[in-house]
């Protein structure tokens, strides 16, 4: 199945359990995605998202430098974001078990 | 983490390439995207993964982030020659607005009827336009005349017929069939430009001042009408001057009297009766008075008579008393001379006997000298 349809609709929501749970910079949070199972997702998914979410005040960005390579921007949560993340994690789950029982449903 | 301190240059033209396609955003937007995209390329790279196609990435960047697609020109447009569709929408597109205008006016679609009506007078005045175009602009310069001439007899004319024939035909649609958006590009674009370059003729033309234009249909007749002097004098003229009277006297030198002149082709040479009359005044005034051929007065016969009147002409029917008199010859007597003849003549042509009556009426200078 083609999850990237599914995947547009809780990229936000994973973005945000990921970074919550730990700052990250971009590849890093897109790894932890991937690694997390979300195979598919594509890294300027990724990036736009976390920029998108950074505008919207969800998250907070500081760049780490580094001497050996090129500066890292790190992303972090907000309380604003810790906020929208509980929400949509409320929702995704309602929306879930719904859409759950209705397969139920229908496969029986 | 990436070991070296240099961008690799895969990533480095990669991030340019994404970078080219958000020129369309604000710098601060631009650079928060591409932010840290060099690093994370490299770590990309660094566990093998293939960059991919720039242009996908952002695309996808731009979706993600919310920000709009990316506008059709990638970069700054730079002027290009239109193209065929360009020039037919732009056509299109006028056409529509002239229509919708035409329409907005209450009297605007009745006019149009007008105008409409007129398209085949445009056919022939835009035929003769470029024809006349064409006639200015070759040859030596000319008046500009109703039918053109183009040097060579006939070209003008016939050029003319030619032109009103093919421009009928366009406007009838037999030959580029079809009118206005129904017309391929490149026809439909020559007829406006023809159409233009007609009408900008025409306005030359009528603007033109009048030594500009011939008043006659061709400069033939224009030059001949020129050179015309004004209407030919009436009577008797020596050098351009009228000839009150004649005198005439033979071979000997003796005067004569009673001289009947006529033209080599049999014209009489008369006297106008008007330049007969002689006297700044009133007082002074006398008239000629010509020979009688029964009642009528000629006035190719010399000399005339002359007579004291203060106004009128010598005519026959007048009942005026006073007597008419013989002219006074300027001269008694002239040298003698030969005649130039030096062998007979063969039989002149019949004469016109206008010859008086003798004795019937006193013949001016009969015995009064």
Known sequence: ?108 | MSESTTVHPEVAAFVAEVRARLLDLGEEQREDLLDGLEADLADQRADGADLGDPAAYAAELRAAAGLPEQPRRRTPPAWRAPRAEDVERLLDTARRQWFAELQRHPAGPRAWEVVAALRPAWWVARAWALVTWVDVWTGPWERVSVVPTLGVPLLGPALLAVAIAVSTLVGLGRLWPGSGPDRPLLPRVAVLVANVAALLALWSVATAGSAYLSSSPTPWAEQWSTTTADPPERGLHVDGRPVRNVFAYDADGRPLEGVQLFAADGRPLSVDPADAVHGPRRADRTVGCGWLNGTTRLFNVFPLGQRAQPDHLCTPDDPIDVPITAAQPPFAQVPPVTSPVTSPDPVPAEAVPVSPEPGSVPGPGAGRR
């Open chain 1, 1 to 108: 199945m083609d999850t990237t349809q599914l995947l547009k609709g809780v990229l936000d929501l994973a973005v945000l359990a990921v970074v919550a749970d730990e700052d990250g910079y971009g590849y890093d949070v897109l790894r932890r995605l991937r690694a997390g199972g979300l195979t598919e997702v594509g890294d300027a998914s990724v990036y736009g998202t976390l920029r998108r979410l950074y505008a919207a005040g969800a998250l907070t960005s500081y760049v780490v430098p580094s001497d050996e390579g090129p500066h890292r921007k790190y992303y972090g949560i907000t309380p604003a974001g810790r906020d929208q993340l509980e929400r949509q994690v409320k929702d995704w789950r309602t929306f879930s078990d719904t859409v759950t029982d209705l397969l139920q449903g229908a496969a029986s």
